[in-house]
């Protein structure tokens, strides 16, 4: 009785999946489109901060800070902004908790999405073997149901049950590079915020403050 419950399911389940993994598909590609546009000019401004705060070392000119918390366009130029304005309010004490918290606020923008996109990609073939499994299940209680219906429909049955497993691959592999590539972003951009604190703290030594 429950396994004719179970292969119940499974004449519609397998359908069910096909169109969850279209429904994330969906969802997928809007989040991955969504952190391009918004990863794109914050990964690009930390590319020429890095470039300016390269020149400052190569130059032994720490000072260079200065002009860098006048740039408001960046992460980095508002971090520096803020260390600052601290430092001349209370001096170099707090300073690297400043730039801390500054991370700590802005990380939450910067990874938005990430975590549903790892997920997606590590669970999408999981969702797509189920509905493969669920399929199989269908084609064969479908022969057993009508043994005059023969091999070609269990055939057209597994064929249409491999659907989902590549259906899941199609939904994760996207997931998986664009996860691998915005992380790898985020981590370039809060490098770029670490060595502006610490070009901070080197020029609050020089300084004295």
Not at 100 to 105: G, I, K, P, R
Not at 116 to 130: D, M
Request: overall charge neutral.
């Amino acid at each position: 009785m429950l396994a004719e419950k179970i292969f119940g399911v499974a004449h519609l389940a397998d359908q069910v999946v096909l169109w969850l993994l279209l429904i994330l598909s969906i969802l997928s590609i809007g989040m991955i489109l969504e952190r391009f546009f918004a990863l794109r000019k914050v990964s690009s401004e930390s590319q020429r901060v890095r470039a300016k705060i390269k020149l400052a070392i190569q130059s032994n000119s720490v000072e260079d800070i200065e002009d860098l918390a006048k740039d408001p366009d960046s992460l980095e130029g508002r971090a520096a902004g803020q260390a600052m304005k601290h430092l001349r309010a209370t001096g170099s004490k707090g300073l690297e908790e400043i730039f801390n918290t500054f991370a700590l606020t802005e990380r939450p923008d910067l990874e938005r999405y990430l975590n549903f996109l790892a997920t997606l990609g590590s669970n999408a073939p999981y969702i797509g073997l189920f509905g493969t499994v669920l399929g199989i299940m269908k084609a064969f209680n479908d022969l057993a149901t009508a043994p005059e219906a023969g091999q070609q429909t269990v055939m057209a049955g597994i064929s249409m049950a491999l659907v989902a497993t590549a259906a899941g691959l199609f939904v994760a592999i996207p997931a998986v590079i664009a996860y691998n590539y915005y992380s790898k972003q985020v981590r370039g951009i809060f490098n770029s915020l670490e060595s502006v604190k610490e070009l901070c703290l080197a020029y609050a030594k020089k300084k004295g403050v």
